[in-house]
């Protein structure tokens, strides 16, 4: 290797140092150091497009136009292929929006880039915005109507009034659309300007140039044009994983344990095949703040272009998933949970690959993550959360439940969060705001195993009330109906009337209730305010009328459902334990459905 280029791989080395530090740093601290470098304009344009992505909008727009003109044109294209975009449409508001913020940071240089690469975008851009008219030699320009712009009294050109104003196909898909979010007047001056301030800038730089792409902007084929610019877009993003969503979605296939050696091995980069000077992007990675078995086993590996090769690996999964789920991801905090979603779902392929192929120890599974490709763990460990959902799908198609017509609600808060979780498209853990929120993406096989078995205490509880053979001919009758005190009001009503088998939901006479509730203790005569006890022989009682009425035996019961049944009677002793009999009131009685 000559001196030249060890001193240029000794500047590419020291780039890539400053850029891990910088983005270590908070936003603000980030921006200062960029700016305060020997080489603010080298230091920026060695940034991966999506790390500089990420970077300016954690900096924030307004903050970042310095940032802007140091970019290189790369940089700036990769941020319009990104933000101008619905899916297979051109958002023409996000395509205005940073025009007139590129605008800001360097007229001349935008308008150039523009012309030389983007000619066809900007015809598309000019026909969909502008309304064009050319006048004659003998016609008055009042003729031609109010509101048009010239600079030389031959081609005249007005703003389209509310150009936005079409739905996007992203807004209607997802419901969001809303007639209020058409642009106030105000707003539609204000895009009016924008679009006039661009227009007399390509005007400025080259006005013959400026007449031929008006005339060119009047005699094209939108959709073409569209469709082309969206195959020239897809190729560009699918460098860095961004997949068109049909060829996306495919991340979100099954994929068993067992079948991954068929698939083959990942190809790793030989030495002469990687560029010392452009390194994989280094922002996902730095928001690994994550411990699991990933993470652990990438900690073991020592060879670096085996880390970076699983670096260039791991971003391009992250944007695939962006792609697949068409949400856009700006700043740290979108990112992050992208990445927890793709750790998780690698961290539970990775620990299913252990079980199913006897895999122990950091390094074995150290060497799994080198040999076969990331996207490939990731879809066993989606895998696994896919079938839970497909159980849930099969069960309540047949379900007692569903038959019924009951609500979801009637499983309880904590029960209905889980299905919730699982009944969606995409299904999600029931986290009830232990981590901060509701819903989040399974993260291991405990969380796996944890839903698998409250989902399977649900199934048995809708096969029980199915061998009831209880029937709800009205669940609208009873606001607080759920599983809890529908199998208590059954056991209440064959108690106070044993010579009938109910087969049609009734609720309890709450004078006979009174002497129920009496003979559920161990020590009636108790001071009232004690928290009273349930007696073991009701208790035993219970599990002998479920056994009757279900036809299984209590062995079966007990061992499937007896912390379950545990649980219900700790409820009542909490809720009712110190409650007199005398001091009862139905209509704050949750735990059973009274007439």
């Known amino acids: 290797m000559n001196q030249k280029n060890e001193i240029l791989l ?40 999506d790390d500089f992505y990420f970077l300016i909008n954690d900096i924030g727009l307004n903050d970042s136009v310095e940032l802007l003109s140091l970019a290189s044109a790369r940089q700036w294209e990769y941020i319009v292929d990104i933000e101008t975009w619905d899916r297979d449409r051109i958002n023409l508001k996000a395509v205005t929006q940073w025009i007139h913020t590129l605008l800001a940071v360097s007229p001349k240089r935008l308008v150039k880039w523009l012309i030389d690469e983007k000619k066809e ?11 064009m008219k050319i006048r004659e030699h003998d016609q008055e320009p009042s003729e031609l109507g109010d509101g048009f712009f010239t600079d030389d009294d031959t081609f005249y050109i007005k703003a389209r009034l509310n150009p936005y104003g079409e ?19 105000d707003e539609e001056t204000e895009q009016t300007q924008k679009l006039m301030e661009f227009i007399k800038q390509i005007s400025i730089y080259d006005h ?14 939108p959709s073409e044009v569209e469709e082309e610019e969206y195959r020239l877009r897809n190729v560009r993003l699918a460098e860095k994983g961004f997949l068109p969503f049909e060829e996306a979605i495919d991340i979100y296939s099954p994929l068993k344990a067992q079948d991954i050696k068929k698939l083959g091995q990942k190809i790793t980069a030989v030495a002469s095949d990687i560029n010392p000077f452009r390194s994989a992007p280094q922002y996902p990675l730095s928001n690994l703040k994550i411990k699991n078995i990933f993470t652990q086993a990438l900690e073991t590996i020592r060879d670096d272009k085996a880390i970076e090769q699983i670096q260039q690996e791991f971003a391009g999964l992250a944007n695939q998933i962006i792609s697949a789920d068409q949400k856009l991801v700006k700043g740290r905090a979108d990112l992050r949970r992208i990445v927890e979603k793709v750790c998780g779902y690698l ?28 996207a490939l763990i990731f879809r066993i460990g989606y895998s696994s959360a896919l079938e839970l959902k497909w159980r849930a799908d099969r069960w309540l198609e047949k379900s007692w439940f569903a038959g019924q017509k009951l609500p979801l609600q009637f499983w309880g808060e904590e029960w209905t969060g889980l299905l919730g979780g699982l009944l969606i498209k995409k299904p999600l853990f029931y986290d009830n705001y232990k981590s901060g929120l509701l819903y989040r993406e399974f993260l291991s096989t405990v969380d796996i195993e944890a839903t698998a078995e409250i989902f399977s205490m649900i199934t048995n509880f809708d096969d029980i009330f199915a061998k009831i053979d209880i029937k709800i001919k009205s669940a609208g009758a009873y606001e607080q ?69 279900t036809g299984l035996e209590k062995y079966d019961l007990y061992t499937g459902f007896g912390r379950i049944l545990e649980g219900l009677f700790f409820e009542i002793e909490a809720e009712y334990g110190s409650v007199a009999t005398e001091d009862l009131d139905s209509r704050y009685m949750r735990m059973f459905l009274f007439k």
């Open 208 to 221: 013959i140039l400026y007449q031929n792409i008006l005339l060119e902007s009047a005699s094209i084929l």
């Open 481 to 549: 109906l759920d599983y809890k005190n529908l199998i208590l009001t059954l056991w209440c009503k064959d108690q106070i009337d044993s010579t009938n088998a109910h087969t049609e939901l009734q609720p309890v006479d709450f004078d006979n209730f009174k002497s129920f509730f009496n003979n559920l203790w161990e020590d009636t005569q108790a001071d009232n305010h004690k928290q009273k006890k349930i007696k073991l022989t009701v208790k035993e009682s219970f599990l002998n009328w479920l056994s009757d009425r």
């Open 167 to 185: 739905i996007s196909d992203s807004a209607m898909d997802d419901q969001e659309y809303d007639p209020e979010s058409i642009p106030a007047e």
């Open 347 to 374: 961290n539970i392929g990775l620990e299913s690959l252990s079980k199913e192929l006897y895999i122990t120890g950091k390094k074995n599974i150290a060497a799994y993550i080198k040999k076969y490709p990331l």
């Open 10 to 49: 000794q500047k590419a080395k020291e780039l890539h140092e400053s850029r891990e530090r910088i983005l270590g740093l908070p936003p603000e601290k980030a921006l200062d150091a960029i700016l305060e470098a020997e080489h603010p304009g080298a230091v920026v344009q060695s940034f991966q497009e």
């Open 121 to 131: 975008l900007i015809e598309f851009y000019i026909f969909k915005n502008f309304e």
